[in-house]
């Protein structure tokens, strides 16, 4: 039979290759053993086209003689494919493949007891798809057999042929990793991973097939995510792998190993970086359900999920739940500024207020009193920080969002969002206790009465940066959402399981 290989390839040498580089190659490739997983029979195989390669060009005649010959073989070979694939099919599995292989790559003749080694040498070679090609007609329900013996000992081949097959699957997935090309990468590995399930043999190799999937499954998460909203069913794929691990890890701030070798801190920054390929519906989906384990960094994100999307959509009911789940962080993280959104965008105007007197971030606060100069209260400058910080932090997380210009304005002026502040209860009723005041006292109001509050403030700033009278840039707030700011999170809940 012959198989798409020449002398030069099996020894790794160029044609141009010397007498002491073709002994150096011959003897580094009898040394450097296949697998311990290989019979010795297929091991055997293998040298002997090692020995045949360099019996032949360790000869000055023999050399002479195939190098004349290599072209002239080659262009015979594709004379005699194309005629065999335009006429019929041997009836041989194998020289059937051979027959659709390029009829440019050269190739040599072989014994049939060969064919397992052939094999072996093109799977150390890189030629991993050949070796599918070539492999899979004998695996089970394949439609070539060993049973007459010409391959050697059909169970010791077949043995053989699981493994070379099993390993190319492996390198091809580790190479298309490398490319970028996650989910092929994924499928190499899991046709692998299957065949050698199937067949109940090599558990080391189905275990590195595994771990390499393992390692693989946050690439494919992102990949998958990534992918235009239409491609409903890959998605909902990556959606499941991503649960998985979160479900492995016990959390997204979970410290259970998923065995993806990403630490707490990089899993941290995983989250962040799948978040802009998803909605703030699946966002708030995923995010409250992570909650309930409970998770302050799942919490912390719901949060602004539902503010996400509450503003956005002007439903001022998931900005109240907003509010609600900021209540356990308060503990251990200084969420008086989103506390203080929430209570602007209910209409609970004092209630902000106070929350803002409680704000440790100062940055934030000085750009919010120095937007604020002319009135009574921090209203005017919380409005305008309010819509900044929605649309510089908030919405470019959100695939959907990511260009959204919702405005206080319109928000406030939405018939639902009017009628939900309208029934919540009047503000002096939500208090517990008489709110800090931070420049005049006012008397309590109702909802209403605040958006009314809300928005004449509101018009203030606009005059104001209409008149040019603050040029000062928008600053970022102190421990905006970031990497670091989730990382802190994640730190100050795994201390407290500690104490």
């Known amino acids: 039979m012959r198989i798409p ?275 703030a519906e699946e966002q708030k989906d995923l995010f409250e359900q992570e909650a309930s384990r409970p998770s302050a960094v799942a919490t912390y994100l719901a949060v602004y999920a539902l503010l996400a999307q509450g503003f956005a959509e002007r439903q001022p009911e998931l900005v109240r739940q907003a509010k609600h789940y900021l209540a356990p962080l308060s503990d251990r993280q200084d969420v008086h500024l989103e506390r203080a959104i929430c209570s602007l965008l209910l209409g609970q105007t004092e209630e902000a207020s106070q929350d803002l007197e409680l704000s440790q971030e100062q940055e934030s606060i000085g750009f919010i009193r120095q937007h604020s100069y002319s009135s009574p209260d921090l209203l005017p400058g919380l409005c305008l920080y309010t819509e900044r910080w929605f649309h510089d932090e908030v919405f470019p997380h959100f695939r959907d969002l990511a260009h959204c210009r919702t405005s206080l304005k319109d928000y406030f002026a939405d018939r639902h969002v009017q009628n939900y502040l309208e029934a919540l209860p009047s503000e002096a009723a939500g208090l517990e206790e008489e709110p800090v005041q931070l420049h005049s006292r006012r008397s309590s109001s109702t909802p209403t009465q605040a958006v009314r509050d809300v928005n004449m403030r509101q018009s203030i700033v606009e005059q104001q940066e209409s008149a040019g009278v603050s040029d000062s840039p928008y600053l970022e707030r102190e421990g905006s959402l970031d990497h670091d700011a989730l990382i802190a999170t994640a730190r100050a809940r795994i201390a407290s399981r500690t104490n």
């Open 5 to 279: 290989l020449d002398y030069y390839r099996i020894l790794g040498l160029p044609i141009q290759a010397t007498s002491e580089q073709l002994r150096q190659a011959h003897r580094d490739r009898t040394l450097q053993l296949p697998r311990r997983e290989y019979s010795d029979a297929a091991i055997s195989a293998r040298k002997q086209l090692l020995d045949q390669a360099y019996s032949v060009l360790s000869s000055s005649d023999h050399r002479r003689t195939y190098d004349s010959g290599f072209l002239a073989k080659t262009y015979e070979l594709s004379s005699e494919v194309n005629s065999t694939s335009n006429t019929t099919h041997s009836g041989d599995p194998v020289l059937d493949d051979m027959a659709e292989v390029d009829p440019h790559t050269p190739s040599i003749e072989i014994e049939d007891d060969q064919f397992i080694g052939a094999l072996l040498i093109l799977q150390e070679l890189g030629e991993y798809e050949l070796v599918l090609k070539l492999g899979r007609p004998f695996l089970t329900g394949g439609s070539a057999s060993l049973t007459d013996y010409k391959y050697g000992d059909p169970t010791i081949v077949f043995s053989d042929i699981v493994l070379t097959v099993a390993l190319a699957c492996l390198e091809l997935g580790r190479e298309q990793w490398q490319q970028g090309q996650y989910e092929n990468a994924a499928e190499a590995l899991e046709t692998g991973q299957q065949l050698l399930l199937r067949e109940g043999l090599f558990v080391n190799v189905r275990g590195e097939i595994q771990a390499d999937l393992y390692r693989l499954r946050p690439y494919r998460i992102l990949e998958l995510l990534a992918m235009p909203e239409d491609c409903v069913q890959e998605r909902r794929l990556g959606m499941e792998l991503l649960e998985e691990m979160l479900s492995e890890r016990r959390g997204i701030d979970g410290a259970e190993n998923d065995q993806s070798g990403l630490n707490v801190d990089d899993f941290l920054k995983f989250i962040q970086q799948l978040r802009s390929y998803l909605t």
